[in-house]
């Protein structure tokens, strides 16, 4: 999960707008102007189809980031292992953001103000632990390659 307090305060802000609970709903982010409601649909309904039934609460347009957002709404509770975190749409990749589960949120509240003080982000983390948990690899004969390790102290009791 690479999205901030920022995202998902504009996810509970938009599901209390329409009315949905925000830990039954997504919201997707990054979709081009120029993709109508029907091309959208069309677009979502593989990713999302692990999900079970769902429909488009609402959508709004996104000044700053010059694109739009859609509130999906889902039937059934979300099931975190399915959800995607990105879909392949019109004009790249669309991120899809949630709520996280309720024990989460206040760390990430926590871990989002440490890294706000530090001038950081979390995508700052995550390239940094891929960097060191995922260095890249070169032997003598053969292509680059990525080679990972658990980070120190994995597995042990």
């Given amino acids: 999960m690479l999205f901030g307090v920022k995202d998902i305060a504009l996810l509970e802000?938009?599901?209390?707008?329409?009315?949905?609970?925000?830990y039954k709903s997504l919201m997707i982010l990054d979709i081009p102007?120029?993709?109508?409601?029907?091309?959208?649909e069309d677009i979502i309904r593989a990713p999302l189809r692990p999900l079970g039934k769902f429909e488009v609460a609402g959508g709004a347009f996104l000044e700053e980031e010059r694109s739009k957002a859609a509130?999906?709404?889902?039937?059934?509770?979300?099931?975190?292992?399915?959800?995607?975190?990105?879909?392949?749409g019109k004009g790249g990749l669309w991120?899809?953001?949630?709520?996280p589960r309720k024990q989460d949120i206040e760390f990430l509240t926590k871990l989002n103000?440490?890294?706000q003080s530090e001038g950081r982000t979390v995508e700052d983390?995550?390239?940094v632990l891929r960097q060191e948990l995922c260095p890249a690899v070169t032997g003598?004969?053969?292509?680059p390659a990525r080679k990972c390790r658990a980070?120190?102290?994995?597995?042990?009791?």
Avoid: Q, T, W
């Fill in 13 to 22: 802000h938009g599901c209390k707008a329409l009315e949905v609970d925000s």
């Fill in 33 to 40: 102007e120029d993709c109508d409601h029907e091309e959208f």
């Fill in 71 to 88: 509130i999906i709404r889902l039937a059934e509770d979300l099931n975190y292992a399915v959800i995607p975190r990105e879909i392949k």
């Fill in 95 to 99: 991120r899809v953001v949630y709520m």
């Fill in 113 to 115: 103000l440490f890294l």
């Fill in 125 to 127: 983390v995550a390239r």
């Fill in 140 to 143: 003598p004969r053969e292509p």
């Fill in 151 to 157: 980070p120190p102290g994995a597995g042990e009791k």
